[in-house]
Structures are given as structure tokens and as C-alpha cells.
């Protein structure tokens, strides 16, 4: 009923940018907290970055700076700018939000797929 799908990720030089898109889709009342995740091989989920449905925005320590997150209440779509990249931000990188669907009374976790961020020194 309801699908999250990210695009954005690739391969980058040390330095360089890299913006990641997460779209929402499905039969959707409303979107709470949207977040972004990555994990490294060998390394456990972590929370990089989230922002509240009112825009209100919390960053892990290590990408404070560098990345910036943003939302298109509209366009059910949150985003993650990322400069500076650094070799240890290379991960798979995933969307998460907290949805209500038609029919439901409560929010839910979703997940999307997950897209590799290679940040080569």
C-alpha cells in the first residue's frame, strides 16, 4: 500500500556532493518524521539525519556541516544534501518514514530500498 523509493546515490570523489531523493507513494493520509539511515559494511544501521512533518531537523555528529535534510510535504518527498563527502561516509543509505495510510490508525515504518554511496579518497 505504501512505498518509499530512493534514487540519488553513486559514486564520488572525496569532496564532491551527492543528493539523495525519497519519495513516498501509496494511499497516504500523512507522513510523520522522515528520516535517513546508513550502514557500512560490517558496521550497524545508524541515524544520519531526520526531520519532523513541521520541519524541525536533528543530524549524527559526524555529518553535521556537511549534509543538510529537507522535505516536500506536498510531493510526500524528503531529501539529503550531502557535500564534503569523506571516504568514511560511503554506506548504503536509506529512507525511513513514519506514514499513516487509508484505513489505518496509527503511523507506521516504512523503509526503502537502500542506495549505495561510494566516496572514493
Known amino acids: 500500500q505504501v512505498q518509499l523509493v530512493e534514487s540519488g546515490g553513486g559514486l564520488v570523489q572525496a569532496g564532491g556532493s551527492l543528493r539523495l531523493s525519497c519519495a513516498a507513494s501509496?494511499?497516504?493520509?500523512?507522513?510523520?518524521?522522515m528520516n535517513w539511515y546508513r550502514q557500512a559494511p560490517g558496521a550497524q544501521r545508524e541515524l544520519v539525519a531526520a526531520?519532523?512533518?513541521?520541519?524541525?531537523?536533528n543530524y549524527a555528529d559526524s555529518v553535521k556541516g556537511r549534509f543538510t535534510i529537507s522535505r516536500d510535504n506536498a510531493k510526500n518527498t524528503v531529501y539529503l544534501q550531502m557535500n564534503s563527502l569523506k571516504p568514511e561516509d560511503t554506506a548504503v543509505y536509506y529512507c525511513?518514514?513514519?506514514?499513516?495510510?487509508?484505513?489505518?490508525?496509527?503511523?507506521?515504518?516504512?523503509w526503502g530500498q537502500g542506495t549505495q554511496v561510494t566516496v572514493s579518497s
Open positions: 525511513n518514514a513514519k506514514i499513516r495510510y487509508v484505513g489505518s490508525f496509527s503511523y507506521l515504518d516504512y
Open positions: 501509496g494511499s497516504i493520509v500523512s507522513i510523520n518524521a
Open positions: 526531520i519532523t512533518r513541521g520541519g524541525s531537523r
